[in-house]
C-alpha cells in the first residue's frame, strides 16, 4: 500500500503542479485583459473629458459674450444716448446786443449755446447730468470721461454756454461722445451676429 499511496501522493504533486500552471496561465491572460480593458476604458474617459471640455468651453465663450453685450447695451441705454441726447438740446442762438431776444443766423453775433431741454421744469437737465455723473464708470474711453468730467465740473455745463473753452469743451465732449457710441454699436453688431 505504501506504493498505491506513494503513487497517489505523486498524481496529486502533477495535478497539483498543473493547476497551479493554469492558475499561473490564467492569471497572466487576465492581467493583459485588464491592461486592455483599462486601456480603452482610458480613452473613452479621455474622449469624454475632452467633450466636457469642449462643451465647458462653449459655454464659457457664451457667458463671456452674453456680458459683453449686457454691458455695452447698458453703456449705450444708461449713458451715452442719454448724454447725446442731452448735448442735443444744447441750440445754438444767437442774441442781438441791443433787445437780448433770440434773432437768425447772423455773423454780427457771438456764438452762444442754450439748453433747451424741458421747458417746463427748469431742472430737467440738472437731473438729467446728476444721474449721468452716477454712471460715468460707463465710459468706454477714458479720454470721453475725462472729457465730461470737466464739461460737467469744470462749470461749462451750464444753461448757456458762451465762453470759448465751453464751447471747445462741448464740441470735443459731444464729438468723443458720437464716436463712443459708433464703436459701441459696431462691437455689439459683431457680438450679435
Known amino acids: 500500500m505504501n506504493n498505491l499511496n506513494l503513487k497517489r501522493v505523486v498524481d496529486l504533486e502533477n495535478i497539483l503542479v498543473v493547476l497551479i500552471g493554469i492558475i499561473i496561465v490564467l492569471a497572466m491572460q487576465y492581467t493583459e485583459v485588464l491592461q486592455s480593458a483599462n486601456a480603452v476604458f482610458a480613452g473613452i474617459l ?48 444767437l442774441y442781438a446786443a441791443k433787445w437780448g431776444k433770440v434773432q437768425e443766423n447772423s455773423n454780427n453775433n457771438p456764438r452762444k449755446l442754450q439748453y433747451l431741454g424741458d421747458r417746463d421744469n427748469s431742472h430737467d437737465g440738472c437731473v438729467i447730468i446728476t444721474d449721468l455723473i452716477r454712471k460715468k464708470y460707463l465710459f468706454k474711453e477714458k479720454e470721453t470721461k475725462v472729457f465730461f468730467t470737466i464739461f ?29 457710441i459708433h464703436a459701441l454699436e459696431v462691437k455689439l453688431r459683431a457680438l450679435t451676429a
Open 152 to 180: 460737467v465740473e469744470g462749470g461749462h455745463c451750464t444753461n448757456h454756454i458762451s465762453s470759448d473753452v465751453s464751447f471747445r469743451t462741448y464740441d470735443e465732449l459731444k464729438r468723443l461722445v458720437e464716436e463712443d
Open 46 to 93: 479621455a474622449m469624454i473629458t475632452v467633450k466636457y471640455t469642449e462643451i465647458t468651453r462653449k459655454i464659457l465663450e457664451d457667458n463671456t459674450k452674453s456680458r459683453k453685450i449686457s454691458f455695452i447695451t447698458k453703456q449705450l441705454e444708461e449713458l451715452y444716448y442719454p448724454l447725446l441726447d442731452f448735448l442735443k438740446e444744447y441750440r445754438e442762438v
